[in-house]
C-alpha cells in the first residue's frame, strides 16, 4: 500500500533527521558532535527494544506480519539492517568531517599513528601504570568458556597465536578507575580513547600467545523485558526483571575496522549471532564521550546560543499559583518556560499550605535528585494526604522508580502501581484545597510530559493549570481507578485511555469529515511524537478523502504518507527536528476559532498510547490559550529551518525558504516570545509604578496648594 510505512523503517527515517543535524552547517560544531551522539544512543535503544522484539517474535510467530505493510518479522529485520548499513558512510563521514573541523580550535582525536613518540612513550607507561593492574584479559577456546559480554560495554578482542594454535583473548576496556578520555595536552582538547590504548598494548596482556589481529567489540543485547499481571510483590518482580535484562540474548555485535573472518566467526558462534548482525564501524564505538569535550570550551561560536527557562509571564510573584489558577486556566510551555518556577512551586506552596488536604499524581520518569519527590515528602510529613502511582515499567527508569518508590513510602506517601495490565503514561495531578467559606477547591494540572526538572529544560512540552470542577472530578476518576486497579469507563471533559479517548477523538474527526462533506471547512491538526495506530489512520484517510484539510506535525514515527492520490491528497505531514527533542501533543478539530476544540495530553497516536496504557488529554477552553496553542502551531507549519516535509513517496526533504523570506527556526521564535513576554510584562509594571508615583506627585502638589491656598485666604481675612 502505497500510503501506508513500516513503523521501523519510519523510525530509522527518524533517526536519520537526527544524523542530518550532525552535519547541518547552522549547528556549532560541538553540538553536531552531541548529535552523533543521540543517533548512536537512539540506535542503540531501537535495536535493544523494537529489534529486539522482532527478533523474539521471529522465533515464536514467523508468519504474522506487519498491519501495515505485510512484512513478516524476518523481513523486517532484513530491511532493518540494510537500512541501518547504508546510513552507516553518512554517520562515519558527519563525525570525521567535525572532528577535522574541531582541530581549528584545538581539538583532536589522536591515534597510534598521529601520537609523537613522546606521547607514544608516555602512552605505555600510562598503560602499565594505570590501565592494565585493574584489567584482565581472558583467553578463549574451546576447551574453555566464553565470558559473558555485558550489553553495550567495550571490550577488545585479539586472535592468538600459539604452538597449540589459534585461540581468542577477549579484555574488558573499561573498570572502576577508568578514564575514557585520556589527555594528551594540558586543556584536554588533544586526547586519546582510553579503548584505544588498551587494544594496542593488547599483546602486554598475554604472555606466550603472538597477537596476530585485533579489535574493539560491542554487543547490544535485546532489552524487551515483559511483566504481565501484579501481585503483592511486584516491585521484587521488577527488580528481578531489571536484573534479567541485562543478560538477555544479543541482538547486535559491532567491531571497530575490519577484523580476522575465522576470529569473527568463532565470537558470533559462541554469542549465537548470525554474520549478518555484524556491523562494522571506522569511528568509535561509543559516542557517548563526546559530551565531555563541551566542558573544554567556552567559546560561543562552538555551543548554542545560551538559552535560559523564562518565568512565565503569566505568573505573579506575589500570589500562591493555586490562587492565580483559581482566578484563570494557565498554559505552561516548556523549556521556554521555567518548571521551577511554575509547577514546582506549585507543588512547593502546596506542601505547605496549611489548607491542602491532599496532593494525587501519577509520576512516570523523574530526575536524578527530584524536587517533585522532595515537595510530595514534604507533604505527607506535614500530614497531607498523598498519593502518588508510580510506573515501575517505565522502560529504562524501572530501577529509578522502584527506589523513588521506596523513598516516597518511608516519608508516609501511599505509593501505588496501577492496573495490572496497563501501563500509567499519564502526565496528572489534583490538588484538592478546603475553601474558604466552607467546600474544597482544586487545582488539576495536565500535560505532555514528565515531571522531570532535567527534560523540562530539553524537550518541548505544555501543561495546563485549572480550576475547573468538572475536570477536577474527572481527575478524581482517574485516580480512584488506579487505586482499585480498574480503568475509567465515562468521562465529563477529560480524554482518558484506554477506553475514553480514541472514541472521542474519531468522533470528532467524524465531525470534521461531516463538515467537509456538507460543503464546509473540514479541518484536523495534531502534533505528536509518532502516528501509527491503524483506526486513527484509517480515519484520517477518510477525512482526506472526503476533503477534511489535515495538518500533522510529528516527530518521529509516522506510518501514514500524505499526498497520495485516491487516499491521502488532502494531507500534509511534516517532522521537527532541532535542538529541543520535540514532545508535546496536540490535537486540534475544526477551523472556526469559536467552536475549535483544542486538547493538549500524554497520547500519541499509537494504538500503545491510545488502547493500551493510561493516558489523559485535556480541552483547553480559554480563548486566549486557545488562540495562542494556534499561533504556536501556525509558527511550527511555518518552520523553514528545522521543519522536514514528507514527499507521497515517503521521503523527507528539507522545507524550502524562498527568495527573500524570513527564516523561521520555530524552537528559537518561541524562546524569544518567552523573553518578549516577560520582557512586556515587566515593561507594563514600570509604567504602572511610574503612573502610581506620577499619581502620588500630582495628589501630594494638590494637597500642597491647597494648604498654600487655605494660609492665603485666612491671611487676607484677617
Given at each position: 500500500m502505497?500510503?501506508?510505512?513500516n513503523?521501523?523503517?519510519?523510525w530509522?527515517?527518524f ?10 552547517p547552522e ?5 553536531r558532535?552531541?548529535f552523533s ?7 542503540d535503544?531501537?535495536f ?13 510467530d514467523?508468519?504474522?506480519k506487519?498491519?501495515r ?12 539492517f540494510t ?5 552507516r ?7 570525521r568531517h567535525?572532528?577535522?573541523?574541531l582541530a581549528?580550535?584545538?581539538f583532536?582525536h589522536v ?5 609523537t613518540?613522546e606521547?607514544?612513550a608516555f602512552?605505555?607507561l ?8 585493574f584489567i ?8 574453555l ?12 578482542a ?5 604452538k ?5 583473548g ?7 578507575h577508568?578514564q575514557r578520555?585520556?589527555s ?9 580513547l582510553e579503548?584505544?590504548v588498551?587494544?594496542h598494548y593488547a599483546?602486554l596482556?598475554f604472555?606466550?600467545?603472538?597477537v596476530?589481529?585485533?579489535?574493539l567489540i560491542?554487543v547490544t543485547?535485546n ?5 504481565s499481571?501484579?501481585d ?9 526483571l531489571v536484573?534479567?535484562r ?9 567491531v571497530?575496522d ?5 576470529a569473527l ?9 548470525k554474520n549478518?548482525?555484524?556491523?562494522t ?7 557517548s ?5 563541551q566542558d573544554?570550551s567556552?567559546?560561543?561560536v562552538l ?7 523564562r ?5 505573579s510573584?506575589?500570589k ?17 518556560e521555567?518548571?521551577?518556577l511554575?509547577?514546582?512551586?506549585l507543588?512547593q506552596?502546596?506542601?505547605?499550605d496549611p ?7 501519577t509520576?512516570?520518569?523523574l530526575a536524578k ?9 514534604t507533604?505527607?510529613?506535614?500530614g497531607?494526604e498523598?498519593?502518588?502511582m508510580?510506573?515501575?515499567?517505565a522502560?529504562f527508569?524501572e530501577s529509578n522508580?522502584?527506589e523513588w518508590s521506596?523513598?516516597l513510602?518511608?516519608?508516609?506517601v501511599k ?7 496497563y501501563?500509567?503514561h499519564?502526565?496528572l495531578?489534583l ?5 474558604q467559606g466552607?467546600?474544597y477547591e ?9 515531571y522531570n526538572e532535567k ?11 485549572t480550576?475547573?470542577r468538572a ?6 476518576r482517574v485516580?480512584?481507578?488506579l ?13 482518558v485511555?484506554?477506553?475514553c ?5 474519531l ?6 469529515i461531516n463538515?467537509a ?7 484536523i491538526a495534531?502534533k505528536?511524537?509518532?502516528l ?5 489512520i484509517?480515519?484520517l ?5 472526503a476533503?477534511?484539510?489535515?495538518e500533522?506535525?510529528v ?10 492520490e485516491?487516499?491521502?491528497?488532502n ?12 514532545h ?8 472556526d476559532?469559536?467552536s475549535?476544540?483544542i ?9 500503545r498510547n491510545?488502547?493500551?496504557?493510561v493516558e489523559v488529554?485535556?480541552?483547553?477552553e480559554d ?8 499561533e504556536m502551531?501556525?509558527?511550527m507549519?511555518?518552520?523553514?529551518v528545522k521543519?522536514?516535509i ?21 524552537q ?22 511610574k503612573?502610581?508615583d506620577?499619581a ?6 494638590g ?8 494660609r492665603g485666604?485666612k491671611?487676607k481675612a484677617?
Amino acid at each position: 500500500m502505497d500510503h501506508l510505512e513500516n513503523r521501523e523503517l519510519s523510525w530509522l527515517k527518524f533517526n536519520k533527521r537526527v544524523l542530518e543535524e550532525a552535519s547541518a552547517p547552522e549547528n556549532p560544531l560541538l553540538e553536531r558532535l552531541s548529535f552523533s551522539a543521540i543517533y548512536q544512543s537512539n540506535l542503540d535503544e531501537f535495536f535493544m527494544v523494537r529489534v529486539g522484539s522482532l527478533t523474539d517474535l521471529e522465533k515464536t510467530d514467523k508468519k504474522k506480519k506487519d498491519s501495515r505493510t505485510e512484512m513478516t518479522a524476518s523481513q523486517q529485520l532484513d530491511a532493518i539492517f540494510t537500512a541501518v548499513r547504508r546510513l552507516r558512510p553518512a554517520v562515519e563521514k558527519a563525525y570525521r568531517h567535525t572532528m577535522k573541523e574541531l582541530a581549528a580550535y584545538g581539538f583532536e582525536h589522536v591515534n597510534f599513528d598521529t601520537a609523537t613518540k613522546e606521547e607514544i612513550a608516555f602512552l605505555e607507561l600510562y598503560f602499565r601504570r594505570e590501565i592494565k593492574p585493574f584489567i584482565s584479559g581472558l583467553v578463549i577456546n574451546d576447551a574453555l568458556p566464553f565470558p559473558f559480554l555485558k550489553n553495550k560495554e567495550l571490550y577488545a578482542a585479539v586472535q592468538l597465536g600459539s604452538k597449540k594454535g589459534t585461540s581468542i583473548g577477549v579484555i574488558p576496556v573499561h573498570h572502576e578507575h577508568s578514564q575514557r578520555l585520556i589527555s594528551l595536552g594540558n586543556d584536554g582538547k588533544r586526547f586519546i580513547l582510553e579503548e584505544d590504548v588498551v587494544l594496542h598494548y593488547a599483546h602486554l596482556m598475554f604472555k606466550g600467545y603472538k597477537v596476530i589481529d585485533r579489535a574493539l567489540i560491542r554487543v547490544t543485547r535485546n532489552a524487551d523485558i515483559m511483566v504481565s499481571g501484579r501481585d503483592s510483590d511486584f516491585r521484587e518482580r521488577m527488580e528481578e526483571l531489571v536484573a534479567k535484562r541485562k543478560k538477555l540474548a544479543p541482538v547486535r555485535l559491532e567491531v571497530s575496522d575490519d577484523f580476522s573472518r575465522e576470529a569473527l566467526d568463532y565470537i558470533c558462534k559462541k554469542l549465537k549471532i548470525k554474520n549478518v548482525r555484524v556491523f562494522t564501524s571506522h569511528i568509535p564505538l561509543d559516542m557517548s564521550y563526546v559530551y565531555q569535550l563541551q566542558d573544554m570550551s567556552e567559546d560561543p561560536v562552538l555551543h548554542y546560543e545560551q538559552r535560559s527557562p523564562r518565568k512565565p509571564a503569566e505568573l505573579s510573584e506575589t500570589k500562591s499559583v493555586f490562587s492565580q489558577v483559581r482566578s484563570k486556566d494557565l498554559l505552561l510551555c516548556y523549556p521556554f518556560e521555567s518548571m521551577n518556577l511554575s509547577f514546582i512551586r506549585l507543588l512547593q506552596e502546596s506542601a505547605n499550605d496549611p489548607k491542602v488536604v491532599s496532593i494525587k499524581i501519577t509520576l512516570y520518569r523523574l530526575a536524578k535528585s527530584s524536587k517533585v519527590i522532595d515537595a510530595l515528602c514534604t507533604a505527607a510529613e506535614q500530614g497531607k494526604e498523598v498519593l502518588v502511582m508510580i510506573e515501575l515499567r517505565a522502560r529504562f527508569d524501572e530501577s529509578n522508580n522502584i527506589e523513588w518508590s521506596k523513598h516516597l513510602q518511608k516519608a508516609g506517601v501511599k505509593v501505588i502501581y496501577g492496573p495490572k495490565d496497563y501501563k500509567a503514561h499519564s502526565k496528572l495531578l489534583l490538588i484538592t484545597r478546603k475553601a474558604q467559606g466552607g467546600g474544597y477547591e482544586y487545582v488539576t494540572q495536565i500535560g505532555t510530559g514528565n515531571y522531570n526538572e532535567k527534560t523540562s529544560a530539553i524537550y518541548t512540552d505544555m501543561m495546563l493549570l485549572t480550576a475547573d470542577r468538572a475536570i477536577a472530578a474527572d481527575a478524581e476518576r482517574v485516580f480512584g481507578a488506579l487505586l482499585t486497579g480498574g480503568l475509567v469507563e465515562q468521562t465529563e471533559k477529560l480524554l482518558v485511555a484506554p477506553l475514553c479517548l480514541r472514541a472521542p477523538v474519531l468522533s470528532m474527526m467524524d465531525e470534521q469529515i461531516n463538515i467537509a462533506k456538507n460543503g464546509g471547512d473540514g479541518y484536523i491538526a495534531a502534533k505528536v511524537n509518532a502516528l501509527c495506530d491503524m483506526v486513527i489512520i484509517n480515519k484520517l484517510i477518510e477525512a482526506s478523502q472526503a476533503g477534511v484539510k489535515v495538518e500533522l506535525v510529528v516527530r518521529g514515527i509516522c506510518c501514514l504518507i500524505p499526498g497520495v492520490e485516491g487516499f491521502t491528497e488532502n494531507i500534509t505531514v511534516r517532522s521537527i527536528v532541532g535542538r529541543f527533542l520535540e514532545h508535546s501533543r496536540i490535537f486540534i478539530f475544526g477551523k472556526d476559532a469559536r467552536s475549535q476544540k483544542i486538547y493538549i495530553g500524554s497520547a500519541d497516536y499509537m494504538s500503545r498510547n491510545t488502547i493500551r496504557r493510561v493516558e489523559v488529554a485535556a480541552p483547553v477552553e480559554d480563548m486566549k490559550l486557545k488562540k495562542r496553542i494556534r499561533e504556536m502551531f501556525n509558527v511550527m507549519m511555518s518552520d523553514n529551518v528545522k521543519a522536514r516535509i514528507m514527499l507521497n513517496d515517503g521521503t523527507y526533504v528539507h522545507a524550502e525558504t524562498a527568495d527573500g523570506e524570513e527564516r523561521i527556526n520555530s524552537q528559537e521564535y518561541f524562546y524569544q516570545q518567552a523573553y518578549k513576554r516577560l520582557e512586556d510584562k515587566q515593561k507594563r509594571q514600570e509604567q504602572l509604578r511610574k503612573n502610581r508615583d506620577s499619581a502620588a506627585k500630582s495628589s501630594s502638589a494638590g494637597k500642597k496648594a491647597g494648604r498654600t491656598s487655605s494660609r492665603g485666604r485666612k491671611k487676607k481675612a484677617e
